[in-house]
T-cell receptor, first 109, second 114 residues
Framework: TQLLEQSPQFLSIQEGENLTVYCNSS?????LQWYRQEPGEGPVLLVTVVTGGEVKKLKRLTFQFGDARKDSSLHITAAQPGDTGLYLC?????????FGGGTRVLVKP | EAGVVQSPRYKIIEKKQPVAFWCNPI?????LYWYLQNLGQGPELLIRYENEEAVDDSQLPKDRFSAERLKGVDSTLKIQPAELGDSAVYLC????????????FGPGTRLTVL
């Protein structure tokens, strides 16, 4: 069974602060995806990283895939209240996605 | 382009009653997934279809859960009889086979079993 562990489970910060969410596994994935989920909605894909060591930037969000393709991080610069949500990482192996337990982020104005 | 459609959005039933959820995936997506998500946790796969074939149902509790995707488009997930522990959000997702497995999720059905 492939497991993905996310840390921290919960993060509460003030608007303007930076934050980092981590996603770790002992398994190698062909790609890794990050989703954000808001209450009452399904997860929405933010980014897919494929190559070991890859870094992708999406406005204030920076995603990194570990060299060994086992771990990833999501960094948010100058967080805003609109960044509040449940952040999920998901590792892909074939057509199967394995989701982490999620990190709940609260950005207070 | 319409996203993944699920209905109903909310369902409240008493234990031992049956319940069914419906999902219509994005047009052209041949892979469909049903997930269960408990509060504050990540989705857990119940079943995956490629066209009309269930290719991964290893996590589906087959004593009470069943699913079908008869024409390879929309799908129904059923629970009979429901138990208190089945209270959760049931998410449907779809993807295009052969890509990076980027899944598109519906809004989910929140089930409460009393």
């Amino acid at each position: 069974t492939q497991l993905l562990e996310q840390s921290p489970q919960f993060l509460s910060i003030q608007e303007g602060e930076n934050l980092t969410v981590y996603c770790n596994s002992s398994s190698v994935f062909s790609s890794l995806q990050w989703y954000r989920q808001e209450p009452g909605e399904g997860p929405v894909l933010l980014v897919t990283v494929v190559t070991g060591g890859e870094v992708k930037k999406l406005k204030r969000l920076t995603f990194q895939f570990g060299d060994a393709r086992k771990d990833s991080s999501l960094h948010i610069t100058a967080a805003q209240p609109g960044d509040t949500g449940l952040y999920l990482c998901a590792g892909a192996a074939g057509n199967k996605l394995t989701f982490g337990g999620g990190t709940r982020v609260l950005v207070k104005p | 382009e319409a996203g993944v459609v699920q209905s109903p959005r909310y369902k409240i039933i008493e234990k031992k009653q049956p319940v069914a959820f419906w999902c219509n995936p994005i047009s052209g997506h041949n892979t469909l997934y049903w997930y269960l998500q408990n509060l504050g946790q990540g989705p857990e796969l119940l079943i995956r279809y490629e066209n009309e074939e269930a290719v991964d149902d290893s996590q589906l509790p087959k004593d009470r859960f069943s699913a079908e995707r008869l024409k390879g488009v929309d799908s129904t997930l059923k629970i009979q009889p429901a138990e208190l522990g089945d209270s959760a959000v049931y998410l449907c997702a779809s993807s295009f086979q052969g890509g990076l497995n980027e899944q598109f999720f519906g809004p989910g059905t929140r089930l409460t079993v009393l």
